[in-house]
């Protein structure tokens, strides 16, 4: 490759062109609700994984001692998030482009965060837990190893619903959008409302306690409680907040929902929109004090979006689902089974009555159904950036038309999601993935703080304590992932 050639195009991609960065938005109270966005997405995928699954079986098992992994791995995710969105804004590129501007070749990157991506949610895990939730909403009882054949057809009946939707509206971010203010808002206000009523006031000061490391039970602290399960803490540890791929997705929504550059790159198209240009290859602008000033404006939406929406939400979800469970499940109880959607539901029936379990039951079905939309819409938007970006070919197919591109994706990964539902429990498909996340922000932290701090003009660089922040993270996770692969050896 030529080393003359501007610096991110050496991997054999085109390089940015100039043009001016948009104008951002300025908004003042409620506007707010109208101008955030991705953020609410990553959270709502959050809800349903570690928040709804794995954070309450840790917590459960050894109490929540455990809860400071989870505020440290939440700051770490969102400092994260906001430098993810940094490269969308200033280039109107996912970050997955960013990665394939570099060195060896785009190729190579673009084939190894596909496989990163399917390692990490292509497991229909949130299908297959979302079943068993849906089983007792309507029979009322735990799914045992009997009725394994029902949560196989309920989940591959669910994959099929998130066709369906993700093929309506004109514009499939703002789809996700809307879906994930109904479910946030809703889910984090019943369970406010459901833990006011029965959580007593020491399960509530053992919590905070939590967050530092304390176990108030025990008078100590414990930040690694004796006989933990370290491929379950190595899942909470990726799964709490987002997860990986979960996080660098992020910007694909940046860009279609148009911050900053994003604006002018175009979008993906829902099956009855209209076709619209996507362009494969993103912007760049000069420094002035009229681009300065626009690009600070964009940082203060970004800043709302991922510190006041997917910070305050991620915290609030992982804490107010673990405090009901914690109070109706006895410590010690193991959930991970077939019915670990239902557990909390069926604890509840038993001491609370019929009417709040089936509250609870429809809480975890809808979430995790959601979880599911999000993650393998996530997953197929990913790979279509990535052949859009990278293959001149797939661009041509079809008269250029993206959503032939999108929806031959999703419909192939459905087809594998029906086959791979038979494979493994739920749970087990779910901690797979979850480990898979904490490798893949090892893998990324620093090849992002690369992308930041080599490729990006200087102008819109990075300042040092984030560069930090991101070395920071990469140690963190390959401490975790570190103990959970030693575990199983």
């Known amino acids: 490759m030529n080393s003359t050639a501007p610096r991110e195009s050496r991997s054999g991609l085109d390089p940015w062109r100039v043009a001016d960065l948009p104008e951002p938005p300025r908004p003042r109270g409620l506007q707010w609700l109208r101008t955030v966005g991705p953020g609410i997405i990553a959270l709502g995928a959050s809800i349903g994984s570690g928040e709804f699954l794995l954070g309450p079986a840790a917590f459960v098992q050894h109490g929540f001692s455990l809860l400071w992994v989870v505020a440290v791995a939440i700051v770490f995710q969102t400092i994260f998030n906001t430098e993810v969105v940094r490269y969308t804004l200033a280039t109107g590129e996912p970050v997955f482009s960013g990665f394939m501007r570099t060195r060896p070749s785009?190729?190579?990157?673009?084939?190894?965060?596909?496989?990163?991506?399917?390692?990490?949610?292509?497991?229909?895990?949130?299908?297959?837990?979302?079943?068993?939730?849906?089983?007792?909403?309507?029979?009322?009882?735990?799914?045992?190893?009997?009725?394994?054949?029902?949560?196989?057809?309920?989940?591959?009946?669910?994959?099929?619903?998130?066709?369906?939707?993700?093929?309506?509206?004109?514009?499939?971010?703002?789809?996700?959008?809307?879906?994930?203010?109904?479910?946030?808002?809703?889910?984090?206000?019943?369970?406010?409302?459901?833990?006011?009523?029965?959580?007593p006031g020491r399960v509530w000061m053992s919590a905070v306690a939590g967050i530092g490391g304390f176990d108030l039970s025990n008078a100590r602290f414990d930040f690694f409680p004796a006989g933990a399960d370290l491929v379950l803490l190595g899942a909470l540890v990726a799964y709490s907040g987002s997860g990986g791929v979960t996080n660098l997705v992020l910007s694909n929504w940046a860009r279609d929902r148009g911050y900053g550059m994003g604006e002018r790159a175009g979008y993906i198209p829902a099956a009855g929109g209209p076709k619209v240009h996507l362009a494969h290859t993103g912007f760049t602008f000069a420094e002035s004090r009229e681009s300065m000033d626009r690009w600070r404006g964009w940082w203060r939406v970004v800043a709302m979006d991922q510190w006041g929406v997917f910070f305050v939400g991620a915290i609030l979800g992982m804490v107010l689902p673990a405090l009901l469970y914690v109070t109706f499940l006895p410590r010690g109880t193991d959930i991970q089974g077939l019915a670990i959607s239902a557990a909390l539901a069926n604890a509840v029936t038993a001491r609370a009555g019929a009417a709040v379990g089936l509250v609870i039951a429809f809480l975890g079905a809808w979430i995790l159904f959601k979880t599911q939309l999000d993650n393998l819409e996530g997953m197929v938007r990913a790979i279509t950036d990535i052949l859009w970006t990278g293959s001149r070919n797939v661009r041509a197919w079809r008269g250029g038309d993206v959503r032939k591109v999108y929806y031959t994706v999703l419909a192939t990964l459905v087809a594998w999601g029906i086959v791979a539902l038979g494979l493994a429990q739920p749970i087990v498909l779910l901690k797979i993935g979850a480990n898979v996340a904490g490798a893949v922000f090892v893998i990324a932290a620093p090849h992002l703080l690369y992308v930041n701090t080599c490729l990006l003009p200087e102008h819109v660089r990075p300042p040092m304590w984030r560069r930090v922040a991101l070395v920071g993270m990469t140690v963190f996770y390959g401490f975790f992932v570190a103990l959970s692969v030693g575990s199983l050896w």
């Open 106 to 199: 785009s190729t190579l990157w673009a084939w190894v965060y596909t496989a990163l991506y399917f390692l990490q949610v292509g497991w229909p895990a949130w299908a297959g837990t979302a079943a068993a939730a849906i089983f007792f909403l309507f029979v009322q009882q735990l799914a045992g190893a009997a009725d394994a054949g029902m949560i196989y057809a309920i989940g591959v009946a669910t994959l099929l619903v998130v066709v369906v939707i993700l093929s309506l509206g004109r514009r499939i971010e703002h789809t996700l959008e809307i879906l994930n203010w109904v479910i946030v808002t809703t889910t984090l206000a019943t369970f406010l409302v459901l833990a006011l009523a029965f959580v």
